[in-house]
């Protein structure tokens, strides 16, 4: 009898995890990692990474993305914001599961923003690229307006949507948009 509840009771359980949709059966299986997939549209580095696993970054994906992310015009690395990281991720979940983000912009060193604020009027003087604080992203074949609207929704930063040129960007300053 007792190996009969037993029995029972499993199946229960197997037919409720198996009723989960896959994403929600993911995030019981893995509920502490985090990854990323980049693409940088300069160098053309690619970089999948768990960056977060039982509670906390883990340092040498971190540094692995800082490197990604640095200023392609002369090789600077900086240390990048982790809250960017995070929402990110978050942005990225809401599509799909670890689509590849295309990066056009991370850090930025003051001597390359200085050259770019200089030639465009639509760079600003103290950006928080020069920071390791903002990205501009794109998702390839996902609408450009749907991951403007996933990063407002957020709330966790600044956001700027550029449909011209075809990026997004993100900060983890005060929450604001353009």
């Known amino acids: 009898m007792n190996h009969r ?3 029972l009771k499993s199946s229960v359980a197997v037919a409720s995890a198996l009723a989960l949709p896959s994403m929600a059966r993911a995030a019981i299986a893995a509920p502490h990692e ?5 693409y940088n549209t300069h160098t053309g580095e690619t970089l999948r990474t768990m960056f977060w696993a039982d509670g906390q970054f883990i340092r040498e994906a971190l540094q692995d ?3 990604l992310l640095r200023d392609h015009r002369n090789d600077k690395i900086a240390t990048m914001d982790p809250e960017l990281l995070l929402m990110l991720e978050r942005v990225s979940a809401q599509f799909s599961n670890n689509e590849v983000i295309h990066v056009i912009s991370g850090y930025r060193s003051p001597e390359s923003n200085r050259k770019l604020a200089e030639a465009s009027g639509g ?7 020069l920071e390791g604080k903002a ?3 794109r998702i390839p074949g996902r609408d ?3 991951l403007h609207k996933a990063a407002l ?7 700027g949507y550029y449909p011209t040129s075809q990026f997004v960007h993100m900060d983890t300053g005060r929450v604001r948009h353009w």
């Open 5 to 7: 509840r037993s029995f």
């Open 144 to 146: 450009l307006e749907r």
């Open 135 to 137: 990205i501009d992203v």
């Open 65 to 67: 993305i800082n490197h």
């Open 153 to 159: 929704a957020l709330k966790g930063g600044g956001v």
């Open 34 to 38: 985090r990854s990323l997939r980049f």
């Open 123 to 129: 760079v600003a003087k103290h950006s928080m690229h």
